[in-house]
């Protein structure tokens, strides 16, 4: 069958693999034959609230096959389908539902009541999957589902491949979080790419942990919808409840972020396990500490283990093939099937081996942008002079990652060619940070900043100016973030810095000598 | 101090998106995604903090962690050993 967009991934299973378990989520499955009728009804309830090809659904729900239904009668009909992460709080909410103009929000009782007083009068239509508000502008799931499915069937809107299917909201280099712009034929070139490098078959189970609102969460359900395999959704992150699901659930394939790995494999060593049905192993959201890269070999040696790069702009750049895990611990390797991987230096241009770089990546999962952000958009995803000769004045992505090539052209991540913090799979600015914070009256100026750590990969650091600021400050200031920030931007430190920062001889505040002063904590620390 | 349900829920509320009226001593924190796994290390280091005892990973499950009366529960029953 001829792939063109996203739905096409479940109608391919059909019929043969009709009663074929597509999604389990604890002790319920459903089949591909089940999903398919659900997003059917779904989308006919859609389109009897004249939701147009091309609007923005917003999904904000904790993981559940009614997520994946969402997603994929979006899809049906052409909308656009918005995953928030349900780790955003209510502000960030009301920001991506302004931003891309959503007026259909699916969500739950709890977090609707959480976000209703900001967000309440831009949405038309708030489909709850539990509980019931009684309020004329909300609707329950169940409603909806069995109204779309006594309403006359809509057929699959025919769409163009290079058009809109997602918008990921992540954070650029400053400001507020933005909203990547994934066409259909970005998620199912990256579906493909997946599958090959991982050899899925319609045999493979993967844990299905990581949101929807992450590349690597919605790649992990269209790749296995591609090979006809299964998702076991798991809403917990907890070490114990991950070996219950891959154990009672058959996984095949296991990918977690940093900090479930690293409470994984603590875990494990304290309570080894053979996991019989599982075949492969693998990273996303960061790299792995060295310790838990032992740990990964010592536990799952028998197992593949694939360590994996990339970036939502660009999905998936880089992997390293098992059999090179060993000699290339840590390594990000080479490029993934489909994917042309560049390392340019800015001065020098191209990067040979023993030399470092940006990484560029050309090809297929080359995003289309940052929505109505073309400002972004241009200063990331560009030609490059030094790639001129060789291709033109293609678009690549310009990831701002530095990286080195070893002397057999396998590539090693070195860090940033920004400020950007990575907490945990959630990247962010610092200048967001900093503009949240200086929201509070108190405070003046201030300085975030990232320091690695063990279990989140890096946390957010966070000193403050104000004339009138003083230690007795501190509790409140971190009363203020509590209230305005997402979990994962927290500062774990917090300091007060007397007097103005320093500045640089071009008039900017020097972070180094912050950061320098932070570190050997001679400051106030909350 | 010790772990109680009034001290338990005020670090909800004062820490988290969680309003009062929003859970009861039963309510599931995590399987229903009211915590995510910040809030685990969170919810965890408070305990730790609070009743004076150690969480060994292999505690990490949803049995001592997914209400406030499981909290509870597993609180008592390491601090009577």
Known sequence: MYLQNLYDLVSKNLPELKSTTALTFGK????????????????AWLVSQDVQRGDRIGIYVSKSIEEVIVTFACAYIGAVFVNISSQRNAAQVAHVIENCNIGILVTDLRRWRHISEAS??????????????????????????????????????????????????????????????????????????????????AEDRVLGLSPLSFDFGLNQVTSMFLVGGSVALQAVAMPAEIVNTVLEQGVTGLGLVPTSWVLLLRYLDEAPNQFPDLRYVTNTGGKLPPQALDALERHFGEKKIFLMYGQTEAFRSTFLPPNLFAAKKGAIGYPLPNAEIFVVDPVNGLCGRGE?????????????????????????????????????????????????????????????????????????????????????????????????????????????????????HLPDIMKFCRSEMPSY?????????????????????????????????????? | MTVDRSTLISFLTNNFDVVKDDINDDTPLFSTGVLDSFGMIELVGFIEKTAGIKFGVLDLNLENLDSINRVIHYVDAKTAR
């Open chain 1, 120 to 201: 309440g009068a831009q949405l038309k239509r708030v489909l709850l999957l539990r509980g019931e508000a009684g309020d004329p502008i909300t609707v329950s799931y169940d409603q909806a589902i069995a109204l779309g499915a006594n309403a006359s069937p809509v057929r699959p809107t025919a769409l163009v491949d290079t058009e809109l299917a997602a918008l990921l909201y992540t954070s650029g280099s400053t400001g507020l979080p933005k909203g990547v712009m994934l066409s259909h034929d970005n998620i199912l070139k990256s579906a493909i790419a997946s599958a090959r490098h991982l050899e899925n078959s």
């Open chain 1, 356 to 472: 470092s770089g940006e990484l560029i990546h050309r090809g297929s999962f080359v995003c289309m942008g940052y929505w109505k952000d073309p400002d972004a958009t241009a200063h990331k995803i560009k030609a490059n002079q030094h790639l001129v000769d060789l291709i033109g004045h293609e678009k690549v992505v310009h990831t701002g990652d530095i990286v080195s090539v070893d002397a057999d052209g396998c590539m090693w991540y070195v860090g940033r060619n920004d400020l950007m913090i990575k907490c945990s799979g959630f990247r962010m600015s610092p200048t967001e940070i900093e503009d949240i914070v200086c929201r509070e009256p108190l405070i003046e100026e201030a300085v975030a900043f990232g320091v690695d750590h063990e279990e989140f990969g890096q946390v957010v650091h966070l000193a403050v100016g104000g004339n009138q600021l003083t230690d007795d």
């Open chain 1, 489 to 526: 931007m927290m500062p774990h430190k917090l300091a007060i810095w007397n007097g103005p920062f320093p500045v640089t001889a071009h008039g900017k505040i020097d972070r180094p000598k912050v950061v320098n002063a932070l570190r050997e904590s001679q400051l106030t620390v909350a």
């Open chain 1, 28 to 43: 319920t499955k459903i089949t591909y034959g089940e999903l398919d009728e659900s997003c059917r009804a779904l989308a």
